[in-house]
């Protein structure tokens, strides 16, 4: 145990600092600069011989997916999965502490950002503060990235090429790296802002891992770095999204299209969404897909491209089916399938038009404003709008 006092509150100087130190490493894991292969193999060799391994040789790639295509034939990462594990908990707890490097290996690593604090100098909450306010938001971004680009995009290549990620390594890669960036952030601002004790060679092993490589691949004789990506595009809520072009993409022509942090294939994400047909609603099987471009097109122009037919109107409220627009559940029915119904509001005051759906078995424009009013009839309000 520290004789320092534990940390109860911060400084305003020190809460003002929060966000610097979060944007500093959202512009680390981020970066779309090219690789410095000069700097990114001085810093692997470093951290090999910080766990006491032998150098290995290292080889870089334009892409994550030029990686894993290669790494089929690399027969010594099948006999062995090297010093992965080793590597990054070797590297990964800078912070002084009772264990040496050996023991912290042989102690195992956890899974996801860790926060720690081996001489207990920071009370619960000002750990939990650090983390969530400094590396969280970090960590969720390259977790989002992961998840788009290799939960969908990437497993669907590689299965389309008979190809995989080896044994163990797609948990790893992204569980470790992720950690590895959220976890500096934290690092970082416990060294340089709260003068936390901390090993000086560790710390700069860790930084120039993180800050010179991309996704890499460390195993026991050789240590394979993947590029960055050439482009990254966000939404103003953070979410990987781009417009009629890629919104993740490599050097060696791998690509993530994205609809505000939901992956869309190309055949959608390469036309800009302005372009979107109604009639990609026919054949399209995916929910999540569905909803995404009914939000993009909107019911109005899907009204008039599919052909809305009027059933009925009641004031302001006008009942529309779309015949050739089937409902995906009742597709997976024995009942034959039910059209898309729509009631088309108007206001009466500006004119404006707005649509909410209904289920396929409304029968009049009534009781569709009132099923939409929770069973309530429209006649017992004083006003309607």
Known sequence: MSENPIITELTPEQEALIPVFREKWRKIALSTERVDEEKATEAIKAGYKLIGEDEPDVIFFDGIYSAIEEIQDYSMIIKSLGPYADLMEGIRYPLKSELTIE????????????????????????SIKIYEEVAEETYEQILEQWNLLYYFQLSQQLDEQSLYIPY???????????????????YDYCISVLNYPYN????????EIVKNCGWIFPYRDTCIVCNRPTSLFFDNQNNLHADGEPAIEYADGFKVYAHHGTWIPEKYGSIPSSQWKSQWLLSEENAELRRILIQVIGYNQICEELGAIELDSWNEYTLLKIENYTELESRKSKNPPEPMHLLKMTCPST??????????????????ITWVNWEIDPEEFEIQT
Not at 105 to 119: C, W
Not at 168 to 186: F, G, P, T, V
Request: with cysteine.
């Open 168 to 186: 163990d390594c797609d948990r790893k890669l992204h569980n470790e790296l992720d950690a590895l960036i959220a976890e500096s952030s934290y």
């Open 351 to 368: 004119g404006d038009i707005h649509f909410l759906r209904v289920p396929p078995d409304t029968t009049s424009a009534r009781v569709g």
């Open 103 to 126: 023991e912290k290996i042989e102690k195992g690593y956890s899974q996801g950002p860790s926060m720690d604090d081996p001489q207990n100098l920071l009370s619960q909450h000002i």
């Open 200 to 207: 000086q060679n560790q710390w700069d092993i860790l930084q």
